[in-house]
């Protein structure tokens, strides 16, 4: 006997930074494991919008104006059908662990493979717990190293010219989704801008990285 298809998993996405919002609906929407409910821009819209319309799994940036993360999962923990959470946050300082006390059921990271927060999504919505441990010295030795096979390839094509839109077009995503990657890698090698990305990409190729 065939298992029927699961059902998609109801998903909704709340991030501050309308670039990061568009480009994670664009990942999700596009994977078909996932039925993208509703985004908002707020805490308060989560809210809003949940108290209608019930999701499974809810992405949320951890300094989700106004409220704030914690806040937003304190009020629905105590709701029947409360979405699970997954807190989309930076791994600097106690994040992670102060997400766990608020009642997330996982962790991913802003800097990590958005491929990562999908496979988090995923867990969670099957009742597991994803709480990543990120091996901060790794990361130090080398920062090239904690690009993702996608980001490197990006970051290639940055240093022989490519605009984004060149980039848009090479990789068949939309120009949104590059400056989400771009954002990415900048923040992955410390650096403010295109220019110092090459810059640091065209000296840890001649230093042997």
């Known amino acids: 006997m065939v298992d029927a298809p699961k059902p ?7 991030d501050g930074n309308p670039l990061v919002l568009s480009a994670m609906s664009e990942i999700f929407e596009r994977d078909p494991r996932f039925s993208l409910v509703a985004t908002s821009a707020t805490a308060e819209g989560f809210l809003g919008t949940v108290m209608r319309v ?3 799994v809810g992405v949320v940036d951890w300094n ?3 409220l704030g993360a914690a806040k937003l999962i304190e009020v629905l923990r105590e709701q029947a059908n409360a979405p699970r959470f997954v807190v989309y946050g930076e791994t600097t300082g106690d994040t992670p662990r102060l997400a766990m006390q ?22 969670v919505a099957a009742g597991k717990m994803v709480f990543p441990f990120i091996d901060v010295r790794k990361m130090q030795q ?8 996608k980001e490197r390839a990006i970051l290639e094509a940055l ?14 995503i939309s120009t949104n989704t590059v400056k989400f990657h771009l954002s990415n890698i900048y923040e992955k090698l410390a650096v403010k801008n295109r220019t110092q990305a090459i810059a640091y990409y065209y000296s840890s190729q001649f230093s042997g990285g």
């Open 64 to 66: 989700l104006p106004v």
């Open 159 to 172: 240093a022989q010219g490519m605009s984004n839109r060149d980039l848009s077009k090479e990789l068949q």
């Open 102 to 123: 608020a009642g997330a059921a996982g962790f991913a990271a802003r800097s990590g493979e958005v491929e990562g927060l999908l496979e988090t999504c995923a867990d």
């Open 54 to 56: 019930p999701v499974q």
């Open 8 to 14: 998609p998993i109801d998903i909704m996405l709340a």
């Open 142 to 149: 080398d920062p090239i190293q904690s690009l993702s096979r």
